[in-house]
């Protein structure tokens, strides 16, 4: 019984996190937020990628910066979309939330050079 009362006290915290994201960003895939994404990279892709603007050199062998990710015309946010929610060779499987996933993609074509 006890159990149960705390799952349901758990219900208009769930709901009140989904009501602050705006169904067509889950959608779109391009209204994620880019600040939040820069430290989702900071936090989680940094240790692989090289995440800066302006940072085209990789920082292991094969692992392509979020810059030159940013400015591949094949990246588009649908493919970033798929590739990280799918299993990859060599990359860990990171488990992002949508939120999360919209919020890297947001902040990796933030880098997108404004020169092409
Ligand atoms: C433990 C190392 C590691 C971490 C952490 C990591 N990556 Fe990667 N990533 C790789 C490697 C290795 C590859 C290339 C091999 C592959 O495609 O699996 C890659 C490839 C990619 C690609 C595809 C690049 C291309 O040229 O197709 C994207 C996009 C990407 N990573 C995004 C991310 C994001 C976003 C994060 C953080 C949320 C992240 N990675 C964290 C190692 C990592």
């Known amino acids: 019984m006890t159990a149960l009362h705390n799952h349901i006290s758990m219900l208009p915290f769930a709901v009140s996190v989904f009501s602050l994201v705006s169904p067509i960003a889950a959608v779109a895939g391009d209204l994620g937020d880019v600040g939040a994404g820069h430290g989702?990279?900071?936090?989680?892709?940094?240790?692989?990628?090289?995440?800066?603007?302006?940072?085209?050199?990789?920082?292991?062998?094969?692992v392509a910066s979020f810059q030159t990710i940013a400015d591949s015309p094949s990246k588009t946010a649908l493919n970033l979309r798929v590739f990280l929610k799918s299993p990859h060779r060599n990359?860990?499987?990171?488990?992002?939330n949508e939120i999360e996933i919209d919020s890297v993609i947001a902040y990796i074509q933030s880098l997108k050079s404004t020169t092409r």
């Open 40 to 62: 989702l990279a900071k936090g989680l892709c940094a240790t692989c990628h090289r995440i800066g603007r302006g940072e085209t050199d990789e920082k292991f062998l094969d």
């Open 91 to 96: 990359m860990p499987d990171l488990i992002l």
